[in-house]
């Protein structure tokens, strides 16, 4: 089992930035390829951004691309998701998850993908 902790969500104004953690325990981190998805209101969850095992590949959705940056320290067996530019559009509830790392790549926009959920972090974007 992989346990997945999310924060660094509130209430910012458009513009402006936030930066997500998601801090992992209970496995061997960088043997698990992690993403971000969010969901907003009525809404199906969708891909934001993923990063594989060793950090040297990611990957975004077009929607955050040149605004979001993903990242990961597998030291400290975290994912960072540091969000710039935002937009109303961002707001959501954020969630981390994660997928072992032999699974192939292909599928990593989906959350069909992944094995382990946060519980995830509001991240509301108003003024």
């Known amino acids: 089992q992989v346990q997945l902790v999310e924060s660094g969500g509130g209430l910012v104004q458009p513009g402006g930035s936030l930066r997500l953690s998601c801090a992992a325990s209970g496995r061997t981190f960088s043997n698990y390829d992690m993403g971000w998805f969010r969901q907003a209101p009525g809404k199906e969850r969708e891909f934001v951004a993923a990063i594989n095992w060793s950090g040297l590949r990611t990957y975004y959705a077009d929607s955050v691309k040149g605004r979001f940056t993903i990242s990961r320290d597998n030291a400290k067996s975290t994912v960072y998701l540091q969000m710039n530019s935002l937009k109303s559009e961002d707001t959501a509830v954020y969630y981390c998850?994660?997928?072992?790392?032999?699974?192939?790549?292909?599928?990593?926009?989906?959350?069909?993908?992944?094995?382990?959920w946060g519980r995830g972090t509001q991240v509301t974007v108003s003024s």
């Open positions: 998850a994660a997928a072992p790392f032999n699974r192939r790549m292909e599928g990593l926009t989906s959350p069909a993908h992944y094995d382990y």
